[in-house]
């Protein structure tokens, strides 16, 4: 749990990137993006009652 009661970010990234190419052709299509995430609900592929067969995501 964090300070204010709320649960802890389950997933934090800083800085991602990702860039295609190289020189006068490089493409950034990810360029420097900070992502936080919590999981309020849990994924489809987690829930009771699910149509996925799979244990994982598609």
Known sequence: MSENGSA???MHARGLR???GS???LVRAV???DLTGN???P???RCSGS???STQPA
């Open 43 to 45: 994924p489809p592929w």
């Open 23 to 25: 020189g006068e052709g």
């Open 51 to 53: 149509s996925r067969t």
């Open 31 to 33: 360029d420097e993006v």
């Open 18 to 20: 990702k860039e295609y």
């Open 8 to 10: 802890a970010p389950i």
């Open 39 to 41: 999981l309020a609900v």
